[in-house]
């Protein structure tokens, strides 16, 4: 049974860092690009980066560029995505969801094969 298992939110004042990781088991990790989703309270859920399978190509939301870095390791299959420089407007459910193919910036909820079921990310202001 595919599985993908977001770890590392929690709470961090304004400008303080993160790690978050995405553990996936059942499926064949390599095959999958990974992409990372967010969704703050009342709002829609909205993507925040993906990368390759084999992590040579990765795009980020302008959001984020410069403050988030995603990273995988397939050995372990693993996804990471180092948060810093964190904001309020950071403040969400994160998730990481898995598909076939990579798609860069027209990643999107529709195409995901597999999600996890999210940490939450607080940041305080």
Known sequence: ???LVESGGG???AGGSLRLSCAASGFTF?????TWFRQAPGKEREFVATISRRGFSIYYV???KGRFTVSRDNA???VYLQMNSLKSED???YYCA??????GSLAS???MAYWGKGTLVTVSS
Do not use: C, F, P
């Open 11 to 13: 709470l961090v004042q």
């Open 30 to 34: 390599s095959s999958y690009a990974i």
């Open 1 to 3: 049974q595919a599985q």
């Open 76 to 78: 372990k299959n693993t």
């Open 62 to 64: 302008d959001s984020v």
């Open 91 to 93: 403040t969400a459910v």
């Open 98 to 103: 898995a598909e076939t193919y990579y798609r």
């Open 109 to 111: 909820v529709d195409g």
